[in-house]
């Protein structure tokens, strides 16, 4: 049986180990479809071990396997202060969700979307206006996941992040 929780500290490794997983498979199926990420770079072991002490990791797991994991917190990218959001509102009624990933074991098998839904729910209940996050430009699978989840996609835009200029597409969810 599947669920999400929030990760315990046995999980970040696990966490990690699934963010080298997709990063390979990324690099092995030279898809111009997919992020930007570069395994050893981003996501990686320091990303999800910040995300777990500050209570933002969750992880989708069937008995003591990691399925996905997904970072929902309330921490926008300075470059969003300068994006065309439709909704304005405080900074404290937002939340964001980051480095959504699906273990490629088990592609297809709605592990996305059910980290999404369940982001969603938890933003809802924690009293955000609004969700936002963005996604590579390329990245067309995950932009086609948030927009059937819910979410508007605003286009892309770009913006100064690791010392250059890059392109994603930004989606928010109006509650």
């Known amino acids: 049986m599947e669920t999400i929780i929030l990760a315990t500290a046995e999980d970040v490794k696990l966490v990690a180990d699934l963010y080298d997983s ?8 030279d898809n111009y479809c997919y992020p930007n990420w570069q395994k050893g770079k981003y996501p990686v072991l320091s990303d999800a071990q910040v995300a777990f002490e500050e209570k933002t990791l969750y992880v989708l797991k069937e008995e003591d396997a990691v399925l996905g994991s997904i970072i929902i917190n309330n921490k926008q990218h300075p470059e969003y202060r300068r994006m065309p959001w439709k909704v304005q509102v405080s900074d404290e009624e937002v939340m964001t969700i980051h480095t959504l990933v699906v273990d490629p074991k088990v592609r297809n098998r709605g592990i996305g979307e059910k980290l999404v839904r369940f982001s969603i729910d938890f933003c809802k209940n ?18 086609n996941l948030y927009v059937k989840c ?5 286009g892309c835009q770009t913006a100064f992040v690791d010392g250059m200029m890059q392109e994603f597409d930004v989606l928010e969810y109006i509650f």
């Open 22 to 29: 997709v990063n390979e498979y990324f690099e092995a199926t």
């Open 126 to 143: 924690a009293g955000a206006k609004v969700i936002r996050n963005d996604t590579h430009f390329r990245n067309v699978p995950a932009r």
């Open 150 to 154: 819910g979410f508007q996609s605003l």
